[in-house]
C-alpha cells in the first residue's frame, strides 16, 4: 500500500495507458518521459509560470503539482490531444494570426488556459482575459497580442452562435 | 528540480489517513499545489505522502446551524462558484479570485490552504477575520481550534503530525455584517505583498466587532487590534496611525517593511470604505 512504485491506468488523450511509475515522478515529466507527449513544456517547476498546464478530468492544471501516481483512473488531455480534436482550431489560428507567440514555449499552456475560459461562454473584457491568464508566463510577446487573439475567438465564437 | 524519493499511499478514510500518518515522516496530500512545490525545490522530503483526495466525506459546502461549514477537501474554484459561499461568506467569495491562478484554484483545496499556513496567503487572513472554527482529526479523536488559536507561527498551526483538518466553519453573515478584502500583489493571484481581510457588524453610525487580519506583514496572519478599536469608533485616520503599535512586517524578498507598512494604511482605507458600505 504505502509503496514507492504504483502501476497506473490513465486515460490520455482518449487512450488508456498502463505504466509503473515512481510516485515522486510529476505528470507532466511521465506525459514527456513515458509517453513522448513533449507538447507540455517544464519551465519553472513550482507552479509559477504555466508552462506545463494540462487538463485533468476536463479542468486545467499544473501538470509540475501533481504527481503522475495521483492521475490513476482520471482523464487526462494534453496538448496533442486537444489539437488534433480540433477543439482549438480557431484559437490556435487566431494566435498564428495575431503574432501571438514567437518562441513558442508558453503557448501550449496559453492555448488550454485560455481556452477554459473561451469554454465558459460569453465574450470576457480584456481584462477579465489578462486576469484569467496571469498565471502563464510568456516572455516574449508582452502579452497584448495574446489577449487580442483570444478576444477575437471570444467574439468570433459568439457570433456563430448568435 | 525533481523531489527526493517518497513513497505514496491513498487513504480510502480519515480513519485510515490518521493511521497512515503514524508513519515516521509522513506528510498529508491535499492539492498538492504548495506541498509539490516545496518537494520539486526538495525544500522537504517526507518518506511517506498519505494522499487524501479520495475521501468523499471530506468534500461538501453546507449550511448548518447558523454556520457555513466548507469540507477540508473543497476545490477553491468549487468555493468561488458556490452560491452559498457568496450568500453566507462573502468575505471567502471576495477573497477567493485572488487565490493563485485558475489552474491552481482547480486543484488547490480550502483545507490545504488553511494548513499550509503561508503567511502571505488569503484565506488564513480571512478566517481570522471571521472568527473560524478550523474542525481537526487525529490519533486521539476530533476537536476544534478557533482560527485566532490555530495559526502558531511562521508555517506552524495547531495541527499535530498525524491530524488531518477535516473543515472549516464560518458563522453565517446576516444583513448587518460587512465585510472587506485588498491586497497588492505584484501579479494578479500571486501571493500578496501586504494584504487585509476585515470584518465588522454595522452598528447605527458606528461599527462594533471590528477584525482586521493583515496578511504578508508577519509570521502569521495578524490582528490588528489597536486600529481595530480606532475603527469601531468610525476614526479610519486614527487607525491608521495606530497600526504602527499592531504590525511590525519584516522585509521579505518582495517589499522592505517599511514599504508593507505604509502599504498596510493604504489597504486600511480601502478597506474601511468598503465595510462603510451595505451588503447589497
Known amino acids: ?162 | 528540480m525533481k523531489p527526493a524519493p517518497f513513497a505514496y499511499a491513498r487513504a480510502r478514510s480519515l480513519a485510515q489517513a490518521v493511521d497512515l500518518l503514524a508513519q515516521d515522516d509522513a506528510r498529508v496530500l491535499a492539492g498538492g499545489q504548495s506541498l509539490i512545490a516545496t518537494l520539486n525545490m526538495r525544500l522537504s522530503h517526507p518518506a511517506l505522502l498519505v494522499d487524501i483526495n479520495e475521501i468523499d466525506a471530506l468534500g461538501g459546502i453546507s449550511l448548518r446551524n447558523g454556520e457555513l461549514m466548507i469540507g477540508a477537501l473543497t476545490r477553491h474554484v468549487e468555493a468561488e462558484r458556490s452560491a452559498e459561499v457568496a450568500r453566507h461568506a462573502p468575505l471567502i467569495a471576495l477573497a477567493m479570485p485572488h487565490i493563485g491562478h485558475p489552474a491552481i484554484r482547480n486543484r488547490g483545496t480550502i483545507g490545504g490552504s488553511v494548513a499550509f499556513a503561508d503567511p502571505a496567503a488569503e484565506l488564513p487572513a480571512c478566517l481570522l477575520a471571521l472568527g473560524a472554527q478550523i474542525d481537526i482529526t487525529g490519533p486521539t479523536g476530533s476537536r476544534t481550534v478557533v482560527a485566532d488559536e490555530f495559526f502558531k507561527d511562521l508555517f506552524e498551526t495547531a495541527l499535530g503530525a498525524r491530524d488531518v483538518l477535516t473543515a472549516i466553519r464560518v458563522p453565517a453573515a446576516t444583513t448587518a455584517n460587512r465585510v472587506g478584502f485588498a491586497e497588492f500583489a505584484r501579479r494578479h493571484g500571486d501571493y500578496a505583498i501586504a494584504g487585509l481581510a476585515a470584518t465588522a457588524r454595522a452598528d447605527g453610525k458606528h461599527f462594533a466587532d471590528v477584525r482586521l487580519a493583515y496578511f504578508g506583514v508577519g509570521s502569521t496572519p495578524v490582528r490588528a487590534r489597536h486600529a481595530e478599536a480606532a475603527l469601531a469608533n468610525g476614526d479610519v485616520d486614527a487607525a491608521v496611525v495606530a497600526l504602527v503599535q499592531d504590525l511590525d512586517p519584516p522585509d521579505d524578498v518582495q517589499a522592505t517593511g517599511a514599504v508593507k507598512g505604509h502599504l498596510a494604511g493604504v489597504l486600511l482605507r480601502r478597506v474601511a470604505r468598503q465595510l462603510m458600505e451595505p451588503r447589497p
Request: charged share 25%; aromatic share 4%.
Open chain 1, 1 to 162: 500500500m504505502s509503496e514507492r512504485f504504483h502501476e497506473i491506468a490513465v486515460t490520455v488523450n482518449g487512450e488508456e495507458v498502463r505504466e509503473r511509475v515512481d510516485a515522486r515522478k510529476t505528470l507532466v515529466d511521465f506525459l514527456r518521459e513515458n509517453l513522448a507527449l513533449t507538447g507540455s513544456h517544464v519551465g519553472c517547476e513550482h507552479g509559477v509560470c504555466g508552462a506545463c498546464t494540462v487538463r485533468v478530468e476536463g479542468a486545467v492544471v499544473r501538470g509540475c503539482l501533481m504527481l503522475a501516481v495521483q492521475c490513476d483512473g482520471k482523464r487526462v488531455e494534453t496538448i496533442e490531444g486537444v489539437a488534433d480534436s480540433a477543439e482549438i482550431a480557431d484559437l490556435q489560428q487566431a494566435f498564428v494570426t495575431r503574432n501571438a507567440l514567437q518562441c513558442g514555449y508558453c503557448t501550449p499552456g496559453m492555448l488550454l488556459t485560455a481556452q477554459e475560459l473561451l469554454a465558459s461562454g460569453g465574450v470576457p473584457s480584456r481584462e477579465a482575459i489578462r486576469i484569467h491568464l496571469s498565471g502563464n508566463y510568456c516572455r516574449c510577446t508582452g502579452y497584448q497580442a495574446i489577449v487580442d487573439a483570444v478576444e477575437a475567438v471570444a467574439k468570433a465564437r459568439a457570433g456563430e452562435r448568435a
